[in-house]
């Protein structure tokens, strides 16, 4: 999601048969006042399931990001994992996780990992100084940080995506 003033994205997957699978992937970039509400469910209901939830969110300047995720388990043996990280540029900016985890079935097992943080200042300092300006450092260092969702892209969009990265975090 990048560009609009309000984004509300909330994708759902239903796990209804036995061993089915299911993996989700997130790359949220606001700035100026953008809200970005996203998220995710997966509802496991066939037995042994499993599911991935892989989010990354860059808030800069006033904007906000929330990110929501249900997990249901009714199903037997089921397995989720998640993972939601989130980067905040300036000092208004915004960043919130609010997972949501329901254990109906019995044996399951669910992780969920989420951590917010600013860019890295050494990094973006060496990058400085080997030559490159503020905006192409914190793209490529957020184009890193986001690899496992951007990793996951068709060849023909994942060099678009590098671009699309760096207009969306440029302050021109």
Aim: proline share 2%; net charge positive.
């Amino acid at each position: 999601e990048v560009g609009s003033a309000l984004t509300w994205k909330y994708p759902s997957t239903i796990l209804r048969g036995n061993n089915a699978y299911s993996d989700f992937y997130s790359l949220s970039i606001t700035r100026g006042a953008q809200m970005a509400d996203t998220g995710t469910k997966m509802i496991h209901i066939g037995n042994k399931s499993k599911s991935n939830i892989v989010s990354y969110g860059v808030a800069t300047d006033a904007s906000t990001q929330t990110f929501r995720s249900l997990v249901s388990f009714t199903g037997n043996n089921c397995t989720n994992a998640s993972k939601c990280d989130s980067r905040l540029i300036g000092n208004r900016a915004t960043a919130n996780t609010i997972p949501r985890i329901i254990h109906a079935g019995t044996n399951n097992h669910q992780s969920h990992e989420a951590s917010t943080g600013t860019i890295d200042q050494t990094t973006l300092t060496y990058l400085n100084m080997a030559g490159l300006d503020t905006d192409s450092a914190i793209a490529l260092i957020i184009g890193a940080t986001a690899t496992p969702v951007l990793s996951r892209l068709p060849m023909e969009f994942l060099v678009e995506s590098k671009q699309l990265i760096k207009m969306a975090l440029s302050k021109d």
